[in-house]
């Protein structure tokens, strides 16, 4: 009976050693020196996580691994992804945040002034992404600017986060816009600013830019636009890589404001809030023409005989 009961005794204390010896290694700081990312890829789960940590160095006892997210009962609820481990994070740091689903979020930027078809490359090319495009992604209904994503999204999701952005912007630009403007819907607020953004890259003309082409809508005068004549050139597939000619101004496209009055029938490209902002909101000026300063911006002037002085101050500056 004696020898039971130093046995169960000696027993005990085995299991006190093991459990609190299986509680350090559960909440020590993990020999993390830097921040690294662990990927735990999807379909996989306990075993998957045990063996990083023991290839990595960070814990090396992978079946003490699986008895500990036994014990917590979290196996079903490790999710797959990347995760940032930190310097004095424990392995019940590592589990929580596994289950959190907190992954690692990388980022795509969409510059503005792009065409949807530039926009689209950029996506396409993002080798974190998986997945196709979704068909038909019109032109201007992708809202330029940084998106998050975690390794394997969707391509067709960053489109989706883009085109909601872009409706969002315009809706709410088109609802508090100036009364007065020659527009007469959303969709020509979004068409004359994808033309103020590739007229002008300067916050600070924006407004005024847009003050020319109101005041040219209003007179029924054609807008003539150059960036309009590219698009019709390259039919928004990319840049023309040359310079525009003048017989360029008589390719007959719809897109050619050098030809046909008014706006052109679509985007020209994805334009920023900024010129959004820009074409419902408009300076009130009495300019109707504006040509490049060769200094980055823009001269501005009301008279066709202005207008030709301009030019040729520009042209001087370019020699």
């Given at each position: 009976?004696?020898?039971?009961?130093?046995?169960?005794?000696?027993?005990?204390?085995?299991?006190?050693?093991?459990?609190?010896?299986?509680?350090?290694?559960?909440?020590?700081?993990?020999?993390?020196?830097?921040?690294?990312v662990?990927?735990?890829?999807?379909?996989?789960?306990t075993?998957?996580?045990?063996?990083?940590?023991?290839?990595s160095?960070?814990?090396?006892?992978?079946?003490?691994?699986?008895?500990?997210?036994?014990?917590?009962?979290?196996?079903?609820?490790?999710?797959a992804?990347?995760?940032?481990?930190?310097?004095?994070?424990?392995?019940?740091d590592v589990?929580?945040?596994?289950?959190?689903?907190?992954?690692?979020?990388?980022?795509?930027?969409?510059?503005?002034g792009?065409?949807?078809?530039?926009?689209?490359?950029?996506i396409?090319?993002?080798?974190?992404?998986?997945?196709?495009?979704?068909?038909?992604?019109?032109?201007?209904?992708?809202m330029?600017?940084t998106?998050?994503?975690?390794?394997?999204?969707?391509?067709?999701?960053?489109?989706?986060?883009?085109?909601?952005?872009?409706?969002?912007?315009?809706?709410?630009?088109?609802?508090?816009?100036d009364s007065?403007?020659?527009?007469?819907?959303?969709?020509?607020?979004?068409?004359?600013?994808?033309?103020?953004?590739?007229?002008?890259?300067?916050?600070?003309?924006r407004?005024?830019?847009?003050?020319?082409?109101?005041?040219?809508?209003?007179?029924?005068?054609?807008?003539?636009?150059d960036?309009?004549?590219?698009?019709?050139?390259?039919?928004?597939?990319?840049?023309?890589?040359?310079?525009?000619?003048?017989?360029?101004?008589s390719v007959?496209?719809?897109?050619?404001?050098?030809?046909y009055?008014?706006?052109?029938?679509?985007?020209?490209?994805?334009?920023?809030?900024?010129?959004?902002?820009?074409?419902?909101?408009?300076?009130?000026?009495?300019?109707?023409?504006?040509?490049?300063?060769?200094?980055?911006?823009?001269?501005?002037?009301?008279?066709?005989?202005?207008?030709?002085?301009?030019?040729?101050?520009?042209?001087?500056?370019?020699?």
């Open positions: 009976m004696k020898k039971i009961f130093i046995f169960a005794f000696v027993f005990f204390l085995f299991l006190l050693s093991a459990l609190a010896w299986a509680s350090w290694q559960t909440h020590r700081p993990l020999p993390l020196m830097r921040t690294e662990m990927e735990l890829p999807q379909g996989s789960g075993r998957a996580l045990a063996a990083y940590l023991e290839e160095g960070l814990f090396e006892h992978p079946l003490l691994v699986r008895l500990i997210v036994r014990y917590y009962g979290v196996g079903a609820q490790l999710k992804g990347e995760y940032e481990l930190k310097p004095g994070m424990s392995f019940k589990l929580d945040l596994l289950v959190s689903g907190k992954v690692v979020l990388h980022k795509i930027r969409l510059p503005e792009k065409t949807t078809a530039q926009l689209l490359e950029i396409v090319a993002e080798p974190l992404l998986t997945g196709e495009l979704p068909d038909d992604i019109k032109e201007g209904s992708l330029p600017e998106y998050t994503f975690h390794k394997g999204a969707k391509r067709s999701e960053i489109v989706k986060h883009a085109q909601n952005a872009m409706k969002k912007a315009l809706k709410r630009v088109w609802k508090y816009r007065n403007l020659p527009l007469k819907d959303k969709q020509e607020l979004l068409i004359l600013a994808s033309i103020i953004e590739k007229e002008t890259a300067l916050a600070q003309e407004a005024k830019v847009a003050s020319v082409f109101v005041n040219r809508l209003n007179k029924g005068m054609l807008l003539q636009t960036p309009t004549v590219i698009y019709a050139l390259t039919q928004g597939k990319g840049n023309l890589e040359r310079s525009l000619k003048h017989q360029d101004l007959d496209s719809p897109f050619n404001t050098y030809k009055v008014g706006l052109p029938p679509a985007p020209i490209c994805n334009p920023s809030l900024a010129s959004l902002e820009a074409a419902a909101h408009p300076e009130n000026t009495p300019y109707l023409y504006f040509v490049a300063n060769g200094e980055g911006g823009h001269n501005f002037s009301t008279s066709l005989k202005e207008h030709n002085k301009n030019i040729k101050y520009w042209l001087q500056k370019k020699r």
